[in-house]
C-alpha cells in the first residue's frame, strides 16, 4: 500500500478508517480532487439548527428580559452551541468527503470567529453554515465578502460599535471609529502582516466599512447611511466612493491582490505540508491563486499538485485532528457529545480560538509538556473504553498502514489489550498527518 493513500486519509482528511486506505490507495489525488467537484448542501446533521437570524433576534429578546430569566436563555443558547458543536463533530467522523470537511474547517479558522464572545455564542453554527460551507469552493471575493459581512464577525470584530465621525450618527460625538474588522482584514484575511498596508490604510478600511452592521429587528447585516462615514476613501493608492458599494469594491480590490495571494498561498502550505513550507510550494500554490482569480477549486488542487505536501508525518495533529481521527479509526463518530468532551479537555473547543488569528497550525502552538501529558492520558482513557472491542495491531495496520514503523508494531503486539491500544493513539505516528 503506497504512502501516499495515508497522506491523502490523513493530511488531507480527517483520519482513515479501517478499509480507507485499500480504497484511496489506486488513486490518492483523484480521490481527493472528486471530492472537490459537485454542490455543497448543508449535511443532514445540521439541517435542522435555526439561522443567523434566528439567534439575532433571540439575542435580542433576551436582552430584555429580566435579569434571571437572562440567566437562563444564556444558558439555552449554550446548549444551542453544544447541539450544533456535536453534530459538526459527527459531520466530520462520519463523512463521505473529509478533505471537503477539513476545507471548511481550514476557512472557518483563516476567518475566525469566537464563541468567548457572548455575542456570538449562538452565531458559530449559522456562520460556518452561512458565509463559509457555501463559498469555500467559489471564489475567494465571494468567500471574502461573505465571511467579512457576515452578522457573527461584525459582532465579533465591532463593526457594529464603528460609526464614521463625520456621519449623522457620528456627529452627536459619543461613539467613534473602530478599527477591529479592517486591521484584522488586512493583517489576516486577505494582505498579510508583510502586505504593505500602513496604519493610514488601516483607518480608511475602517471608514469604507462604516455603516455595515446587525439589525436585530431584521435579523441579519444592514447597511446603515446614518452610521457611514460620507465621502471618498483612499486605500492602497486607490479611491473608493461612500456607500455599501465601496465596501464591496474594497473587500474585491483586496481579494486580488498580489499580497493576498502570497499569504494565503502560504497559510494554506502551512496547514497542508509544513510549519515552515518551502518558498517554491508557496510560490506555486499563489500563482494559481491569482491566474484563477481566486477560484478556490483551483487552489485546492494546487495544493494536492505539490510533491511537498506529500511527505508523510510532517504535521502534528491538533486536538481536533487528533479526536476526529480516533472517532474514525475506531467507529466512534455516530454521537457528538464525547468527541466534543474531549476536545474540550484538550484544548480546542470548536470557535473558541483566543485571539483572530485563530488556531494555531504548527507544532509549537499544541504540544508543550502539558499538552503532552493531557494528549497521553486522554489516550489512556479512550483506550480504556474501546479495548474490548478492538485488536491494536489490527487497526494499526489498518488506519496507519505503511507508516507504521517497527518499534510501534512491536510494541502494541506484545502489550495488553488497554496498553495497546493506549500506545497506537499515543504514539508519534499517530500523533502525526
Known amino acids: 500500500m503506497h504512502r501516499d493513500a495515508f497522506v491523502a486519509a490523513t493530511r488531507f482528511g480527517l483520519g482513515a478508517?479501517?478499509?480507507?486506505?485499500?480504497?484511496?490507495?489506486?488513486?490518492?489525488?483523484?480521490?481527493?480532487?472528486?471530492?472537490?467537484?459537485?454542490?455543497?448542501?448543508?449535511?443532514?446533521?445540521?439541517?435542522?439548527?435555526?439561522?443567523?437570524?434566528?439567534?439575532?433576534?433571540?439575542?435580542?429578546?433576551?436582552?430584555?428580559?429580566?435579569?434571571?430569566?437572562?440567566?437562563?436563555?444564556?444558558?439555552?443558547?449554550?446548549?444551542?452551541?453544544?447541539?450544533?458543536m456535536a453534530a459538526r463533530c459527527v459531520v466530520s467522523a462520519t463523512t463521505e468527503r473529509p478533505f471537503r470537511e477539513r476545507w471548511v474547517r481550514y476557512w472557518s479558522n483563516h476567518f475566525t470567529i469566537s464563541a468567548t464572545r457572548k455575542e456570538v455564542v449562538a452565531l458559530a453554527?449559522?456562520?460556518?453554515?452561512?458565509?463559509?460551507?457555501?463559498?469555500?469552493?467559489?471564489?475567494?471575493?465571494?468567500?471574502?465578502?461573505?465571511?467579512?459581512?457576515?452578522?457573527?464577525?461584525?459582532?465579533?470584530?465591532?463593526?457594529?460599535?464603528?460609526?464614521?465621525?463625520g456621519s449623522r450618527?457620528?456627529?452627536?460625538?459619543?461613539?467613534?471609529?473602530?478599527?477591529?474588522?479592517?486591521?484584522?482584514?488586512?493583517?489576516?484575511?486577505?494582505?498579510?502582516?508583510?502586505?504593505?498596508?500602513?496604519?493610514?490604510?488601516?483607518?480608511?478600511?475602517?471608514?469604507?466599512?462604516?455603516?455595515?452592521?446587525?439589525?436585530?429587528?431584521?435579523?441579519?447585516?444592514?447597511?446603515?447611511?446614518k452610521r457611514h462615514e460620507p465621502g471618498r476613501k483612499r486605500l492602497l493608492g486607490k479611491t473608493y466612493g461612500e456607500g455599501h458599494e465601496g465596501a464591496l469594491a474594497a473587500l474585491e480590490a483586496l481579494s486580488r491582490h498580489p499580497a493576498?495571494?502570497?499569504?494565503?498561498?502560504?497559510?494554506?502550505?502551512?496547514?497542508?505540508?509544513?510549519?515552515?513550507?518551502?518558498?517554491?510550494?508557496?510560490?506555486?500554490?499563489?500563482?494559481?491563486?491569482?491566474?484563477?482569480?481566486?477560484?478556490?477549486?483551483?487552489?485546492?488542487?494546487?495544493?494536492?499538485?505539490?510533491?511537498?505536501?506529500?511527505?508523510?508525518?510532517?504535521k502534528v495533529k491538533s486536538p481536533e485532528d487528533l479526536v476526529l481521527s480516533t472517532a474514525r479509526a475506531l467507529g466512534y463518530g455516530r454521537e457528538g457529545e464525547p468527541m466534543l468532551t474531549a476536545l474540550r479537555w484538550l484544548g480546542q473547543v470548536p470557535f473558541s480560538a483566543n485571539s483572530p488569528q485563530g488556531f494555531p497550525d504548527t507544532a509549537e502552538g499544541w504540544l508543550g509538556p502539558e499538552a503532552l501529558l493531557t494528549r497521553i492520558e486522554w489516550a489512556e482513557d479512550v483506550a480504556g473504553q474501546a479495548a474490548h472491542r478492538v485488536s491494536a495491531i489490527e487497526l494499526a495496520e489498518e488506519v496507519l498502514g505503511p507508516v507504521l514503523d517497527t518499534v510501534t508494531r512491536r510494541a502494541i503486539a506484545s502489550a495488553s489489550p488497554r496498553e495497546a491500544l493506549a500506545l497506537l493513539l499515543a504514539s508519534p505516528t499517530f500523533q502525526r498527518r
Open 17 to 84: 478508517r479501517p478499509g480507507d486506505l485499500h480504497v484511496i490507495a489506486p488513486d490518492p489525488r483523484g480521490w481527493l480532487s472528486a471530492q472537490l467537484e459537485g454542490s455543497d448542501p448543508v449535511p443532514e446533521q445540521m439541517s435542522h439548527h435555526g439561522s443567523s437570524q434566528d439567534a439575532i433576534q433571540a439575542y435580542a429578546s433576551m436582552r430584555m428580559l429580566a435579569e434571571v430569566d437572562k440567566a437562563a436563555a444564556r444558558k439555552d443558547r449554550e446548549a444551542v452551541f453544544r447541539e450544533e
Open 125 to 165: 453554527g449559522p456562520y460556518e453554515r452561512e458565509a463559509i460551507r457555501p463559498h469555500c469552493t467559489g471564489r475567494f471575493v465571494e468567500l471574502l465578502q461573505a465571511a467579512v459581512l457576515h452578522p457573527a464577525m461584525l459582532l465579533y470584530l465591532d463593526n457594529v460599535r464603528s460609526v464614521g465621525p
Open 169 to 225: 450618527a457620528g456627529r452627536s460625538g459619543r461613539r467613534g471609529l473602530n478599527e477591529n474588522l479592517a486591521r484584522e482584514v488586512l493583517e489576516l484575511h486577505t494582505l498579510g502582516v508583510s502586505g504593505g498596508y500602513e496604519q493610514a490604510d488601516v483607518e480608511a478600511l475602517a471608514r469604507i466599512l462604516t455603516g455595515w452592521s446587525v439589525e436585530p429587528s431584521v435579523g441579519g447585516t444592514q447597511f446603515s447611511e
Open 260 to 314: 493576498t495571494a502570497r499569504n494565503v498561498a502560504t497559510r494554506l502550505a502551512r496547514h497542508f505540508i509544513d510549519d515552515a513550507p518551502q518558498p517554491a510550494a508557496v510560490d506555486a500554490i499563489a500563482k494559481v491563486f491569482l491566474d484563477s482569480e481566486g477560484d478556490l477549486v483551483e487552489v485546492a488542487r494546487a495544493v494536492i499538485a505539490q510533491d511537498a505536501a506529500w511527505t508523510p508525518l510532517t
